[in-house]
């Protein structure tokens, strides 16, 4: 089973992690600041880190730091209140998704599983180019601006987005995401056209972006080059 890495300067809120997560199956460690953070991912290669971002000593962003320094990275989803920034754009590729605090069992759980799935095929074809696991809750509206779901994105490309909810929508219906960020008082909105569905999931295809649309989506999709020449190596 996976191993979770906890890293919270709150003692209350680590033990209430630790219950919810081993009581599913998954083994934890823990951290109490960023510099034991970074001593527990350098010498346990946890699966997953769990990254409070205000932290003593090191906060997450230097944790992170350290983390795109890594071969072979661990997953990290950051544990946030609405106030902090987002990571830096070099960054931005090792955070696979935000849960904000106060989250509950099953938000926690959940987000903890997409991390540690291996990536899927979102769409038909080979355009892999850019895809990361990214996770935060969405609410998905309909072509004419109607909500149709609240659900979670778990994977973006330049290309397109896959979300998980169930929704009654087909093949070819155009939908249009919207999520809020750590860091940006808008609304992050991408609109595209359904290409597959399954129960609890569907995949889209992006259409047009504008220019800022185009903007926002590069940011969440930066890649770290020195880190992808290390993982291709």
Known sequence: MEQI???????????LTRTMIEGVGYRTLQARDGAEAIE????DRPDLVLLDLKMPKV???GVLEFVHTLARPPQVIVVTG???????????HFVAGYLIKPFDRDALLRACEKALKPPVEAFDGDR?????????D????????TPLAIGQVVELS????????KVPVERGDGVRVAFLLPGRPELVSFAGRVRWKEEVAIGAEIDDLSPEDAKVLSEL??????????LEN
């Open 138 to 145: 969405t609410t998905l509206l309909s072509e004419t601006g």
């Open 221 to 230: 999709l930066a890649l770290d080059r020195r880190a992808e020449s290390k």
């Open 5 to 15: 890495l906890i890293a919270d300067d709150d003692a209350a809120i680590r033990a």
């Open 158 to 165: 330049p290309h397109g987005f896959r979300v998980q909810l």
């Open 40 to 43: 527990r991912v350098r010498q």
């Open 59 to 61: 906060d997450g962003w």
């Open 128 to 136: 892999r180019d850019g895809r990361r696991t990214f996770i935060v």
């Open 82 to 92: 609405m106030h902090e920034v987002v990571p830096p754009g070099h960054l931005s």
